[in-house]
């Protein structure tokens, strides 16, 4: 039979470190005006192993969660290779978390070193002293460090001190925890997410297939999504696989940076959250950049609006391709790549669902009553999957059994799968609106809205009502000064007629999660304290005779 | 961690049986004219699960030998997924064995049911009473059957007979059998290639990424090359797991339906050995089809001529590009896709390589003395490989061990690995020519030579020598009245002078192994017994001072 070799990121490293060595390369924003640091592959492997052997230096051995708290940079690189291939568990922390969810995180983690951007330190100075588990702060840069006590070593200077080389250690069980990451839902502590060798190396090569970002060696990729979240969608392992270079933004997420960065770089892949595209859009349209050595922007997080794509493409030949995942699925679940022949309307129907399911992934959708529902693209549920880089249990948790169903994440996503396997996400279950004993998809209605030239953000919740239970209030970032009968006039036509909402809020801004999601249990918050305060009432188009509750 | 599933070939099947049910299919020539079966993969599904319910009937049990002996075809396509899904194993046998082979590796594998196609029944018809293991015969087609003996049964018959549906048996162990396919050596017996349902699934996968063939939903695929040989390079299964639909030539091999089918089908991958591109590019040039829907034309199982490439692109748009393996690397082991900065003479020297090295592939090269040689592009010697689809052994046989070195692959190819993990074979080391101490690759001889527009086939073989022990002796197919010294002429200035033979020896077609490639083993051996007799001396340029031994 084959060769029975453990499935693990020593194999990527390898081709990372010997046949990529001298094609590919990492480069750093360290600035806003456009000042980079470039490092080859040959070089990042000779540093990776400096660093693995400062950590083994340090006594992390086999098992230990090494912590970052980085931006995007090659140095963040280096961790997520020399960590894990030293048998190590690279446990990415996210930057945006609230002071109490990062403390949480740390000790539930154990993390006995954490590597850190010097800009970073204030974040967690304060902190310090509820991480006792934490021996080492390796810090990256030459800022002030004092406040983080002792204990403090210099990136640079501890890479300085190693001989060079490494010995890496055989990685016996390819389920050995290569990574880990925590998701942080609305409620309850955050949950930890262990990916092993085999599901990262698998992921990574999935990523590489055609039919999803199709990540190849002439590929520079731009990880705008931060290498604290689900891994950066993978790319940096799928990219030392394929020998594709990376381009990181470091701190500068701006769209300006952004913009400059890919046309200056010749970037031919970039993957971000939708708000991040909406900003480079509007950039885009006013500065006219070069954009075209970009070939592909997967794009995901959050629904992907259709106006988004059908007017990058339009004004500057850009393709944003819809993906869905998230945390616990590594996270490719599904990217919308349109079958070749679907063309105008069939085209954008495609495009705009959550995407076809990824090869090695199962997915299934399950009604309240427990019942698996037909692929029909209308029968409504759970969304749950289930697969090689997929979720099966969190982390030293036993709070959350009832997120899994033998082996099946449970997503928390509710929608429908067509029968060519496309999954069209209509809410997030607890952010569902039902209306007259009717679903009403935010999603949906956010798309439509977002549509508007004068909208920038648009978060559609639900607002209790005598009649029908709910109804569907939209809250709007205006661009210009468009009216809320305006706006709710545009939908005609687009959505179902009582999904209209009859009352519309402007603010300021949408709240956002620590990952920069929509925070709907906030508006919802302000909503039941009355804090929502620019609220319009507006006419909703007379009920016709049709089956709808309003 | 991550759901811990097997990686099986049920999976394959159901994407193919379930979200690509509408939309791929399998087209089957039936006529020379261009007459075809076109079968959706809904329909392929069906038909899969009665083959299954059918086999089960017969008493095929799970780690039964099942054997094909058919061209390619929508048949042949519903044993490649009944087989291995009902835990049984797809035994391919080759249908241009000689008889004693076959008769050999029939009962080797002990094959209890044979699927055969109705025009083949005269090949096995005087073999039947030698084997003994075979119970049953499954004839498609309706021509006669009566030489088979007792035991035949009608495939379509069969089909019709089943109730509909089955249900697949739980693959418990992923490295359990799912396919049998026979390498047959120039010496000894056949051996045994056992496909695990893992390693066929992962190679599946590996054949979707960017930069192998990059198989994508959208594909239309030709598989030119046989069924019978290395699971026809994996295209089956790479087309179940993403929905590319299958375009079969049966047994019409030849440039004329090959192309029109290409053309009609609009074909956008067709694979290929290269004497079969070597006919279908003198057809295209004479009648010009369009074969603009042709998106990359994976070349293999021998070296694939400079000028192939070339001429096809140059005049027909259409890019050949070359990857390597054997029946015992799945076959994908390396793909040439060069850098995207190579140009010109650079971007050629990528492409006539045997390619970089595919993901989950590990390959190196031991010289004779057994010491591992540097990856310089220079240093030579045997090619070993190693792999998650890389046999270890062959299936009951310990007389081969020596193929085998811990898990490595010895594969007889000699050759050296550039910096950046291009494999470049020189050789078969059995046909390697040693001059005056100093090695000559048949392999580069015979690509310049089949450069030259007048030569159809170029085989190089050693002539025994007195000075230089050995000097190389050209065996030419004309297509032309080109002279003897015309050709000798024509390489200089592209191999190194002493290289170029004294002697060109024209004969009527070169012999080929049961698997089409140049048999030089014939060759050499009509040399020794003087049946070559059309052999003209030529002169070679004078030795000037050089560091050369001729």
Same mark, same amino acid.
């Given at each position: 039979?084959?060769?029975?070799?453990?499935?693990? %990121?020593?194999?990527?490293?390898?081709?990372?470190?010997?046949?990529? *060595?001298?094609?590919?390369?990492?480069?750093?924003?360290?600035?806003?005006?456009?000042?980079?640091?470039?490092?080859?592959?040959?070089?990042?492997?000779?540093?990776?192993?400096?660093?693995?052997? /400062?950590?083994?230096?340090?006594?992390?051995?086999?098992?230990?969660?090494?912590?970052?708290?980085?931006?995007?940079?090659?140095?963040?690189?280096?961790?997520?290779?020399?960590?894990?291939?030293?048998?190590?568990?690279?446990?990415?922390? !996210?930057?945006?978390?609230?002071?109490?969810?990062?403390?949480?995180?740390? !000790?539930?983690?154990?993390?006995?070193?954490?590597?850190?951007?010097?800009?970073?330190?204030?974040?967690?100075?304060?902190?310090?002293?509820?991480?006792?588990?934490?021996?080492?702060?390796?810090?990256?840069?030459?800022?002030?460090?004092? *406040?983080?006590?002792?204990?403090?070593?210099?990136?640079?200077?501890?890479?300085?001190?190693?001989?060079?080389?490494?010995?890496?250690?055989?990685?016996?069980?390819?389920?050995?925890?290569? /990574?880990?990451?925590?998701?942080?839902? $609305?409620?309850?502590?955050?949950?930890?997410?262990?990916?092993? @060798?085999?599901? $990262? %190396?698998?992921?990574?090569?999935?990523?590489?297939?055609?039919?999803?970002?199709?990540?190849?060696?002439?590929?520079?990729?731009?990880?705008?999504?931060?290498?604290?979240?689900?891994?950066?969608?993978?790319?940096?392992?799928?990219? +030392?696989?394929?020998?594709?270079?990376?381009?990181?933004?470091?701190?500068?997420?701006?769209?300006?940076?952004?913009?400059?960065?890919?046309?200056?770089?010749?970037?031919?892949?970039?993957?971000?959250?939708?708000?991040?595209?909406?900003?480079?859009?509007?950039?885009?349209?006013?500065?006219?950049?070069?954009?075209?050595?970009?070939?592909?922007?997967?794009?995901?997080?959050?629904?992907?609006?259709?106006?988004? =794509?059908?007017?990058?493409?339009?004004?500057?030949?850009?393709?944003?391709?819809?993906?869905?995942? =998230?945390?616990? $699925?590594?996270?490719?679940?599904?990217?919308?790549?349109?079958? #070749?022949?679907?063309?105008?309307?069939? @085209?954008?129907?495609?495009?705009? =669902?959550?995407?076809?399911?990824?090869?090695?992934?199962?997915?299934?959708?399950?009604?309240?009553?427990?019942?698996?529902?037909?692929?029909?693209?209308?029968?409504?549920?759970?969304?749950?999957?289930?697969?090689?880089?997929?979720?099966?249990?969190?982390?030293?948790?036993?709070?959350?059994?009832?997120?899994?169903?033998?082996?099946? %994440?449970?997503?928390?996503?509710?929608?429908?799968?067509?029968?060519?396997?496309?999954?069209?996400?209509?809410?997030?279950?607890?952010?569902?609106?039902?209306?007259?004993?009717?679903?009403?998809?935010?999603?949906?209605?956010?798309?439509?809205?977002?549509?508007?030239?004068?909208?920038?953000? *648009?978060?559609?919740?639900?607002?209790?009502?005598?009649?029908?239970?709910?109804?569907?209030?939209?809250?709007?970032?205006?661009?210009?000064?468009?009216? #809320?009968?305006?706006?709710?006039?545009?939908?005609?036509?687009?959505?179902?007629?009582?999904?209209?909402?009859?009352?519309?809020?402007?603010?300021?801004?949408? &709240?956002?999660?620590?990952?920069?999601?929509?925070?709907?249990?906030?508006?919802?918050?302000?909503? #039941?304290?009355?804090?929502?305060?620019?609220?319009?009432?507006? /006419?909703?188009? +007379? /009920?016709? &005779?049709?089956?709808? &509750? *309003?």
């Amino acid at each position: 039979m084959q060769h029975d070799a453990p499935l693990d %990121l020593q194999h990527a490293f390898r081709r990372l470190a010997g046949m990529h *060595a001298d094609a590919g390369e990492v480069v750093t924003l360290r600035s806003a005006d456009g000042s980079v640091d470039r490092v080859g592959y040959r070089e990042i492997a000779e540093r990776t192993a400096r660093l693995a052997s /400062a950590l083994d230096g340090l006594g992390i051995v086999q098992g230990d969660r090494v912590a970052t708290f980085m931006w995007n940079s090659h140095e963040h690189t280096e961790a997520y290779l020399a960590i894990p291939c030293m048998g190590a568990v690279l446990h990415t922390l !996210n930057l945006r978390l609230f002071a109490e969810q990062l403390v949480y995180i740390v !000790n539930h983690a154990e993390d006995r070193v954490v590597i850190i951007d010097d800009t970073l330190i204030p974040l967690v100075a304060p902190l310090v002293d509820q991480l006792p588990t934490v021996e080492h702060w390796i810090v990256v840069g030459e800022g002030d460090a004092s *406040a983080l006590g002792d204990g403090v070593l210099r990136y640079e200077e501890l890479l300085a001190e190693q001989p060079g080389g490494f010995s890496w250690p055989r990685i016996e069980d390819d389920r050995q925890a290569a /990574a880990l990451c925590y998701t942080s839902g $609305t409620t309850g502590n955050p949950k930890g997410v262990l990916y092993s @060798h085999r599901s $990262t %190396l698998l992921h990574s090569l999935a990523i590489l297939t055609a039919d999803s970002f199709g990540i190849c060696k002439s590929d520079r990729i731009l990880p705008v999504v931060p290498m604290f979240h689900a891994n950066a969608w993978g790319l940096v392992y799928g990219a +030392a696989l394929s020998g594709a270079s990376l381009i990181m933004p470091g701190p500068f997420m701006q769209a300006g940076p952004l913009t400059t960065l890919m046309e200056r770089e010749r970037c031919t892949v970039a993957g971000a959250v939708p708000t991040i595209w909406m900003d480079v859009l509007r950039y885009a349209d006013e500065h006219k950049p070069d954009l075209s050595a970009l070939r592909v922007v997967p794009c995901g997080g959050a629904a992907v609006p259709r106006s988004l =794509m059908q007017e990058f493409e339009e004004r500057h030949g850009v393709t944003v391709c819809q993906a869905w995942g =998230m945390t616990e $699925t590594s996270p490719l679940a599904s990217v919308a790549i349109p079958p #070749a022949d679907a063309v105008g309307e069939e @085209h954008w129907r495609y495009r705009t =669902m959550q995407g076809q399911i990824a090869p090695l992934v199962e997915v299934r959708i399950v009604a309240d009553d427990g019942t698996e529902q037909p692929w029909d693209g209308v029968s409504s549920g759970e969304i749950q999957v289930r697969g090689q880089w997929i979720a099966s249990a969190y982390y030293r948790d036993d709070t959350s059994a009832d997120k899994f169903d033998d082996g099946w %994440l449970r997503t928390g996503d509710v929608g429908a799968i067509t029968s060519d396997g496309f999954i069209a996400i209509t809410d997030r279950s607890k952010d569902v609106i039902k209306s007259g004993g009717e679903w009403v998809s935010s999603v949906d209605l956010e798309n439509a809205l977002m549509g508007h030239p004068g909208v920038r953000e *648009a978060a559609v919740i639900a607002k209790p009502d005598e009649r029908f239970t709910e109804r569907p209030l939209a809250c709007i970032v205006r661009d210009s000064d468009v009216s #809320a009968q305006e706006l709710v006039d545009f939908l005609e036509g687009q959505v179902a007629r009582w999904w209209i909402p009859d009352e519309v809020a402007f603010v300021d801004e949408v &709240p956002k999660t620590s990952v920069g999601k929509f925070d709907k249990k906030e508006l919802r918050r302000r909503l #039941a304290e009355d804090e929502l305060d620019d609220r319009h009432a507006v /006419a909703r188009p +007379a /009920a016709k &005779p049709e089956s709808s &509750p *309003a």
